[in-house]
């Protein structure tokens, strides 16, 4: 039985800027749902899972990049809750911390170049189609099922906040957020930082996932792209870290909350506005990025 208890506590943050602006900030643990199946990742793949073991599959198959969260946590998942897993991974054949704990964890991967990973469904077919036993997940876990398991975010918290801040790679999660917002009639403001540059077709499958166009979409804070990131986001990350007790990283989290700050500090928020960031996890990665963060 597919069963994990969701440890997600929120806390508030501080800061002089808050103080000063009149506001309270609070963040949304989903980085402590688990060290590999990282925050939204487990909620993106609950309902996938169930799916799956509803059909009695026993093997997961997923997609993603060398340094793909979704991977690690399909790996992990796969291994705790008895399914096989194997994972195309885009490019040519690489080593990373990431990987290594994707095959720690049994996942087997298939390295893939660029132009066939672009179909997902034909790589799948053309390797399990003889294989009833194996399970096709998207990318990032994108799909209905993710977005229904984002969704019940929402259902954990004990405030009806101002403002809910969410980075964005696929959109698949704040789609299920803001859905969930639409379905709870809460009046919740939800703001999504898109991490990759030239995001005007994931604004509208967003509002085409959640059936909502009811949100703002902050669309300059992707330092240049994804993964990409300048001095001003290493050293907004280091004090942020050094002031909240709380790791962020630069290719979602600290971006997203890089946001929130230049926001508040541009006043535009109303004073005596609680504003929710979640904190979507993503952290595996962290400790080889010493170089960039140039200590
Ligand atoms: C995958 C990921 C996201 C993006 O989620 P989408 O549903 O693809 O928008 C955000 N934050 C972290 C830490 C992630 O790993």
């Known amino acids: 039985m597919i069963e994990l208890d969701i440890y997600s506590p929120t806390e508030e943050i501080f800061s002089p800027l808050f103080t000063k602006k009149e506001l309270r900030v609070f963040v949304k643990r989903d980085d402590m749902i688990h060290p590999f199946i990282s925050g939204n990742k487990w909620r993106k ?23 793909s969260n979704h991977l690690l946590a399909t790996a992990c998942a796969g291994a705790k809750f ?25 996942m087997k991967l ?8 672009k179909n997902k469904q034909l790589l ?8 009833p036993l194996a399970f096709f997940i998207d990318e990032g876990g994108a799909s209905q099922e993710a977005i229904k398991g984002c969704s019940e975010l929402l259902d954990e918290l004990n405030i009806e906040y101002d403002h809910i ?7 698949t999660t704040i789609a299920g957020i803001t859905k969930g917002i639409k379905e709870r009639s809460l009046k919740s403001q939800i703001h999504v930082i898109p991490v990759l540059k030239g995001a005007d077709e994931l604004k509208t499958e967003i509002e085409i996932n959640s059936g909502c166009k009811d949100f703002e979409f902050h669309q300059n804070y992707h330092f240049g792209g994804y993964a990409k990131t300048d001095e001003s986001l290493m050293t907004f990350i280091k004090n942020f870290c050094k002031e909240t007790g709380i790791l962020i990283e630069p290719v979602y989290t600290g971006k997203m909350f890089y946001a929130l700050f230049d926001l508040i500090a541009h006043d535009h928020f109303e004073a005596g ?5 979640i904190h979507t996890g993503g952290l595996t990665g962290i400790s080889g990025m010493h170089d960039r963060f140039n200590f």
Do not use: M, P, W
Request: with cysteine; hydrophobic share 40%; glycine share 10%.
């Open 45 to 67: 793949l609950k309902y996938l899972l169930l799916e799956a073991q509803k059909q009695n599959k026993k093997h997961l198959v997923s997609f993603g990049g060398a340094y």
């Open 82 to 106: 008895g399914f096989k897993t194997t994972g195309f991974v885009r490019g040519e054949a690489v080593k990373n911390d990431i990987l290594s704990l994707c095959q720690l964890f049994g």
């Open 110 to 117: 298939i390295f893939t170049d660029r132009e066939s990973y």
């Open 124 to 131: 799948f077919d053309k390797h399990f189609q003889s294989d």
């Open 165 to 171: 801040f969410c980075a964005a790679g696929t959109g």
């Open 273 to 277: 506005s609680e504003i929710l960031a």
